[in-house]
């Protein structure tokens, strides 16, 4: 009873054999047979490192015994039994057919009784009602048992894949079985059927989503190792090495070497990259699944069927739509739960860089890593502000790191600039009357310092956000020096008057060299020097943020045109010269453009 391959008319025959054996009823024989099913049913869960053979056979099975019961019971069984009670056993010529038997031998000592044996089976206990209630719960159990079975088997498989392709075929297995079986409601077994496999992905793909907690690690162990420091300065682009570099098979090496010196890669980082690369192609391996299954067809598994249009087409339309549209959603919640578990790892690298004694080589690290990823989200996500408080506080402290380490170079130039009376270039002015167009040494030496400690730490960090951030702290450590420095002479210069030895008014004198010998016309030269200074210094660090706002550094620039004395049109002069020789010389200073 328990093989699919029996015909009607075996099973049937099959059925009386146990009736007659076990003198069961009609009703106790469809009990058994059931029974044996679903035996036969479970035990396909041995078939051991065969999936597709359980999924498949098993579902067949339970599909053929539908079909034996509403084809067999009543009517077939029922009239086969009564066909045994019809005549003697020993009246039967299939009896006298058995050769073993010998009944020509053996008739006569076999008495009357048996001979004449006819046996009472009752045949007439299966009403329609019984039959549709027994196979309802038989159907309900034994597909409950086959899916529990069938969700513990795709449990063991890791391949998306695999799961697929083992509910495509589950699917055109019972929608190429299109008969209305009694006891059975056909879209509830089809919704049924689909859950486990739907499950299954749902959970792959969480799973692979989490993955990314591999880059997270990767950022840990970088920032958390008080031995390494990432992010080394790459060979120079113009160093021999380079240039001799093999440029075989399409200069794989060379043309890696240039990507490693233009976006400061380095072993760290390679790693860190190679982990989210990784990631990414199981994710787009994703996208490309839940594609596939938008572009299943499934028309050969109803061609030759006649049933109701319209359940077919709410069939396709749910594997070919709504199970994408969930996988989808799945993913997309997936992506964004490791995004944000990614992003609070962000953000605990960034309060551990900032004490570290390498700040400024692992933060520029985090900042790249943190840059590959956001310029390599899957297709299927955006998130523009992803981690932008890290990035931002990041920025914000190499550019403070950056300004300090320069300021701090440069301060006392830019104090004696600010105090000294004396004025560098003073025999290049031009004009009537004659006025700056050049800066001083001091304003190239600090945006040249700028510059090359900007390049140090990385030209590839310096996007626009960060440079505006660089210019802004500039100004405002400027602005600090020149208050330091303008309180101190209001300090020395005030009330009391000072009556200098004639010895430090000969000093003074030698060291001014005013143009007319004034000391006070020296004074107003060393504060038109200074306007001109700023005021291309203000040309230099300006950024789109610092237009049309407050700004303390213009605010500056007018208390040192009050304090140059100049009239309004040499105050444009200056100003105009300041502009022009910034926009003559402003490629010097290319990270700050």
Partial sequence: MGSPHLSSGELVDTMCAFSLATSSSARDVLRHFHHVRAEAISAYTSLSGKPEAYVLEALQLWLRTLQDTN????????????????????????????????????????????KNFMPYIR?????????????????????????????????????????????????????????????????????????????????????????????????????????????????????????????????????????????????????????????????????????????????????????????????????????????????????????????????????????DANFDRKAAFLLRVLRNVKQNFPSVYTNSELASSVVSDLQSAIAGYVVKNVMGKHLSSISNAAKSSRVHGRLLWNGVPELPIMPSPWTFKLLRSLQLTMADTGTDLWSSAAVAKVKSMLRDSLISALSVQSNFESTTNGDEEVHPSPLAITQSSENSQPSNGSGKTAENDSKTQLLFDMTYLAHATSSPASKGSSDTFEDRLDNLESESLLVSTSVLQVKKSAAEYWKRSSLLFGLLT
């Fill in 123 to 355: 045949h007439d206990d299966l009403q329609s009602s019984m039959i549709v209630d027994q196979l309802t719960i038989w159907a309900s159990k034994t597909l409950d048992a086959y899916l529990s079975n069938v969700s513990l088997l795709l449990d063991s498989i890791a391949e998306s894949i695999v799961v697929v392709h083992l509910r495509s075929k589950c699917m055109k297995l019972w929608m190429s079985n299109r008969r209305h079986y009694v006891g059975v409601k056909r879209h509830e077994v089809f919704d049924r059927l689909r859950k486990p496999f739907l499950d299954r992905l749902s959970h792959l793909i969480q799973n692979d989503s989490k993955s990314l907690k591999g880059v997270s690690a990767q950022i840990m162990l970088v920032i958390q190792d008080q031995r390494q420091t990432p992010s080394q300065l790459p060979q120079s682009l113009w160093k021999s090495s380079l240039g001799s570099m093999d440029i075989s098979s399409g200069a794989e090496t060379f043309l890696s070497a240039i990507h490693d010196n233009v976006y400061g890669a380095d072993d760290a980082l390679h790693v860190a990259e190679y982990s989210y690369q990784q990631w990414l192609a199981v994710i787009n391996r994703w996208i490309s699944t839940i594609k596939e299954l938008q572009q299943l067809r499934w028309d050969d598994s109803l061609d030759d069927l006649d049933e109701d249009v319209d359940a077919e087409e709410r069939s396709e339309s749910l594997l070919n739509t709504d199970d994408p549209q969930y996988l989808e959603s799945e993913m997309s919640r997936s992506l964004d739960a490791a995004f944000n578990a990614f992003q609070a790892t962000a953000d605990k690298a960034r309060k551990n860089v900032v004490n």
């Fill in 71 to 114: 084809t067999i019971v009543p009517r077939q069984l029922s009239q086969s039994l009564a066909k045994l009670k019809s005549t003697s056993l020993f009246r039967d010529p299939s009896i006298w057919s058995i050769k073993d038997f010998d009944y020509d031998i053996h008739e006569k000592w076999i008495g009357d009784d048996l």
